[in-house]
């Protein structure tokens, strides 16, 4: 007996996909929907190949009302939606502005109408620890202030989730989690899905898979010389099947309202410390220089995610090294 249809806007996508798969396991019925703007029809085919049983797709862009109508029409009701669409690169993001305005607000926008016309009661929000900018402290708690955000990629992410609030006031009937991730990595163990950067990674774990299968020259680490114990940056790096199961967590366990969590494993690591991680999990080495320090950066920051554990009873179960272990097993997939 399936626990009913979940909406996974963005499905196709790195964490969209391994929350669907987590959702079948959960014993509900993702139906996902995504533009494949950052993502490809094959990934339905791997998803399934996972869950052992077809995922119901949608080619639909979720700015688009009279087309997630539809979806509504075919697939409803829904006793849930999780909202991952969106565009999320950093530097593309102060490229091309009204873009990141227009679709990551404009589909909120549009999923909030629809969900309280069809009388959907829970929305789960995929939402970043960037909100919080440069924050005072490392260890950062769901209380530390909203400051000005660093980009419009991040200015989004706080617009949607005030206008999530302030729909919430207006239509109390739909109860909305936002989850401020922290750094997603790593990838499904089968090595069926995982992240598909476009181009040239960004981020620091598909430059350094891809420079460690000799696709990109050594990585570069950015910044040696920063107040931390090693110099190098400090980030919290979660296993994304651990961030997975916190959507499903949050939407059988969130209270009624708006409720805000910190999805981190609660730990810190520099860069130099994720190098020697992935050397251990692999038995690969790692081609790095050292470089400058990138424009931007913020110093040290990890998940105060103690909230989660209490309220959703979700904790992470998976280490740095499982992480760079399996992100290291997908790269090698790809690459066949
Ligand atoms: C970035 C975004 C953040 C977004 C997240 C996930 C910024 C300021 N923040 O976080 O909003 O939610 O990605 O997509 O862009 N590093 C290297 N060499 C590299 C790449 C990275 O040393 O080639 C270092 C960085 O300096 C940083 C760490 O690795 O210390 C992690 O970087 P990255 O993976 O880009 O994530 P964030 O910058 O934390």
Not at 137 to 165: F, N
Request: include cysteine; charged fraction near 20%; proline fraction near 6%.
């Amino acid at each position: 007996m399936s626990k009913g249809n979940v909406l996974v806007t963005g499905g196709a996508g790195f964490i969209g996909s391994h929350t669907a798969v987590e959702l079948v396991a959960a014993g509900y019925r993702p139906v996902v929907v995504d533009n494949l703007a950052n993502s490809n029809r094959d990934v339905l085919k791997r998803m399934a190949a996972i869950v052992g049983e077809p995922v119901a797709f949608h080619e639909v862009d979720c700015t688009d009302a009279e087309a997630l109508e539809g979806v509504f029409q075919t697939e409803g009701p829904f006793v849930g939606a999780i909202h991952f669409a969106a565009y999320k690169a950093v530097g593309e993001s102060v490229e091309r502005p009204t873009a990141y305005f227009l679709n990551n607000i404009g589909s909120t926008a549009v999923l909030l109408d629809a969900l309280t016309a069809h009388g959907v009661r829970r929305l789960v929000f995929s939402s970043s620890c960037t909100v919080y900018g440069e924050p005072e402290t490392t260890r950062v708690d769901e209380t530390a202030p909203i400051r000005t955000a660093e980009s419009p990629y991040g200015y989004t992410k706080q617009a949607c989730e005030r206008l999530i609030t302030d729909h919430h006031t207006a239509h109390p009937a739909l109860n909305a989690t936002l989850l401020r991730y922290f750094n997603p990595i790593g990838a499904h163990p089968s090595a069926q899905i995982g992240e598909l950067p476009i181009g040239r990674p960004n981020n620091l774990i598909p430059f350094l898979t891809q420079a460690v299968a000799g696709l990109r020259e050594p990585l570069t680490v950015f910044g040696d010389d920063y107040p931390t114990p090693d110099g190098t940056c400090i980030r919290d790096y979660i296993h994304v099947v651990d961030l997975a199961r916190a959507h499903v967590a949050a939407l059988e366990r969130a209270p009624e309202g708006v409720s805000v969590y910190n999805l981190g494993t609660g730990n810190g690591a520099s860069v130099k410390e994720v190098i020697d991680a992935f050397e251990r999990a692999t038995g690969k080495a790692v081609p790095h220089a050292m470089g400058p320090r990138r424009a931007g950066d913020v110093v040290a920051i990890y998940a105060d995610a103690s909230k989660a554990w209490r309220e959703l009873g979700w904790k992470t179960e998976r280490s740095l090294e499982e992480a760079l272990a399996d992100a290291w097993r997908w790269q090698e997939a790809v690459t066949r």
